[in-house]
């Protein structure tokens, strides 16, 4: 339907043009001065609201954890996986072994990613 294709390319659109709208905003605010105390999450909850859609940009991109134990440790067993002896293994064979080696570990089954 043609009808339905116009609205979804202007909805698209409108959603891309408040998303710029919301960084153009926050650019021309300036630099704050940092309060003590005042962490960046929490900086984020006061003023999610003047930028709705730059909130759930930063939103994604602060839930990803810098580093975690998990990938120091895969790092450190990989040098017990290759040695002088088995440097030739292509790095998706390395991946799937420690892959399956943590998984193993940590009691994950191979279906545990499927339910949710």
């Given at each position: 339907d043609l009808g339905f294709e116009l609205y979804l390319s202007r909805k698209?659109?409108?959603k891309?043009?408040?998303l710029c709208s919301d960084l153009d905003d926050y650019l021309s605010e300036g630099v704050s001065p940092r309060?003590?105390?005042v962490?960046?999450?929490d900086w984020w909850r006061v003023n999610a609201g003047k930028y709705p859609l730059?909130?759930?940009v930063a939103r994604d991109l602060l839930v990803i954890p810098v580093?975690?134990?998990a990938s120091e440790s895969a790092f450190s067993s990989s040098s017990?996986?290759?040695d002088p002896h088995r440097s030739r293994l292509h790095f998706e064979t390395v991946e799937a072994i420690m892959c399956t080696?943590?998984?193993i570990k940590d009691g994950i089954s191979k279906d545990a990613g499927m339910d949710g």
């Open positions: 698209k659109r409108s891309t043009t408040s309060a003590p105390n962490g960046v999450l730059l909130k759930e580093t975690s134990v017990r996986l290759l080696r943590t998984w």
